[in-house]
Nanobody
Framework: QVQLVESGGGLVQAGGSLRLSCTAS?????????MGWYRQAPGKQRELVAT??????NYSDSVKGRFTISRDNIGNTVYLQMNSLKPEDTAVYSC??????????WGQGTQVTVSS
């Protein structure tokens, strides 16, 4: 059974930084096609923040230049370094893993709150 364990959320002032991490277990790293982060703010739909595959990274326009996504050398942990945080970045951030069969797995979500 695939499990995703997230950590790193919290409360930070505007302009501050946080680093999220997500580790996938129950699936070998070679079976992971892509990993990513999505977020959902109250009253809004879930939106893509950033994804990373073996060949490329992808960011939403709202976080480009402020957030950086990366993976560890083993390939089953994904990180999201968030700098210059803004109040509008406040949301529940969820980790996503898509395997080579295009099956999606989701973490439980971690709250990020940015105060002004």
């Amino acid at each position: 059974q695939v499990q995703l364990v997230e950590s790193g959320g919290g409360l930070v002032q505007a302009g501050g930084s946080l680093r999220l991490s997500c580790t996938a277990s129950g699936t070998p790293a070679f079976s992971i096609n892509a990993m990513g982060w999505y977020r959902q703010a109250p009253g809004k739909q879930r939106e893509l923040v950033a994804t990373i595959s073996r060949r490329s990274t992808n960011y939403s326009d709202s976080v480009k230049g402020r957030f950086t996504i990366s993976r560890d050398n083993i390939g089953n942990t994904v990180y999201l370094q968030m700098n210059s945080l803004k109040p509008e970045d406040t949301a529940v951030y969820s980790c996503n893993v898509r395997n080579i069969m295009n099956v999606d797995y989701w973490g439980q979500g971690t709250q990020v709150t940015v105060s002004s």
